[in-house]
Structures are given as C-alpha cells and as structure tokens.
C-alpha cells in the first residue's frame, strides 16, 4: 500500500553549533552531548546507536547495538562473534556509527574501524551484566535459523539447572567489539533546514575541524 509522508515537517530550532566554541577533541563534545541529551530527558535509551557495516559479498546492514562505554581506543559495544554483524565487520572492519537524539535535534555519525577489545576487559564486564543476560550468551546461536522459540526457551532451562548457585563463564564466542574513529560528525538541527554540521578528521592522530554545507 502506497502512502505520502511528505506532510510531516518539523522546523528545528532548539540548538546552535558554532565550531569557535567547539573543543579540539571530538570525544569531548559526544561526551558533552550525551550529557546534555541525558539531562534533557524524552530518550529512552540515550546509548542506542546504529550500527552499519559491510559484508563480504557486498551487502550493507544497520541495526541498533548500544554503547558500553567510551575508552580511548573508542566506542565499545558487545555481541556474540559468531553473529551477522561480527561476521561482516571482521571481513570489512570500517564501519559507522551513528546516535540520534530528537529531544535535542542532533544527530552523530561516527566512522570508524572495529575489532574486538581484550578478553580480559570482555570479562569484566560479563561478570557485570544481570544473570538472566549473561545465560542468553550462552543460549542463543545469534543469527542462526532456528525451529521454534521453544529452542531458546529448552536452552535457557537446562543452563539454568546447570549453572544454579555457581559463576556463569563468558562464552569464548561473545565479547566486546570496539570502533576506533577516523571521523566524527556533528549534526544540530537548524531552521529552514540549514542545519550546522561540523565534521571532525584524524590526520596523524590530530583532529581537524571543518564545516559542511547542509
């Protein structure tokens, strides 16, 4: 069925973004964004982002991941290895990033290269996550085919009868994936849609600033 979305219009005014003011560290500023959009409220998962990448036959993805944490190697999510996602960005490791945040009429498009971060940090943090999440790591064979949900749900009960009173280990198929930054993107919503985008570029581990056409 055939629709017309071309009625819904919004003027953006809530922000400015004035690369005189901005700071020499593109992570600085996401860090300054993430707080004020945080503050701001209206976002259910501030972390949320998209991830985009390419496989090895040439076929483009994105689907929503969420941010761990941002170190300074990069922007660290986790996942099962085995996964579609992993298995294209271990062929292909650039990839993008990007966080929308409607509240505050900004967007962060982040291109970057991915690979895993050490398993002793991956460790840490699945010793950290919720019984119930660090079982589903062992349970679910992420983007295999399978029969029935009740697969999933038969797993579930015999690890939990297995593991009950006792330490979960990390499944050595699962752990954190980080995305270094080459290029980051700052987008604020502006009115008539001349919005502000400042794009920040690493050349020989310094950041440059510069200001694209909307």
């Known amino acids: 069925m055939e629709r017309d979305f071309g009625h819904l219009r919004k003027n953006y005014e809530a ?4 690369e005189a003011q901005l700071p020499n560290l593109p992570t600085v500023l996401f860090n300054q964004w993430f707080d004020e959009v945080t503050q701001a409220g209206g976002v259910a998962e501030v972390n949320a982002m998209t991830l985009s990448s390419i496989d ?3 076929k483009i993805k994105a689907r929503i991941v969420l941010l761990k944490e941002l170190t300074a190697e990069g922007f660290v999510f986790y996942t099962n290895y085995s996964s579609d996602k992993c298995r ?8 993008s990033l990007s966080f929308f945040w409607p ?12 690979s895993k971060v050490a398993p002793d940090v991956s460790d840490a943090y699945f010793a950290s996550r919720p019984t119930g999440s ?14 029935s949900r009740e697969v999933l749900e038969a797993r ?4 939990e009868e297995q593991y009950a009173g006792k330490d979960i280990p990390r499944p050595s198929h699962w ?39 909307p």
């Open 103 to 114: 509240n505050l009429e900004r967007q962060v498009i982040i291109s970057g290269i991915a």
């Open 88 to 95: 294209a960005l271990f062929a292909n490791p650039k990839v």
């Open 15 to 18: 922000n400015v973004l004035d």
């Open 156 to 159: 579930q009960a015999a690890l």
């Open 56 to 58: 090895d036959t040439g």
């Open 175 to 213: 752990g954190g994936i980080v995305v270094a930054p080459f290029e980051m993107e700052f987008w604020q919503g502006r009115p008539n849609r001349l919005h502000d985008r400042i794009v920040y570029l690493k050349q020989d581990d310094i950041w440059l600033k510069q200001r694209k056409a």
């Open 134 to 147: 660090q079982l589903g790591a062992h349970v679910s064979p992420q983007s295999d085919i399978i029969s």
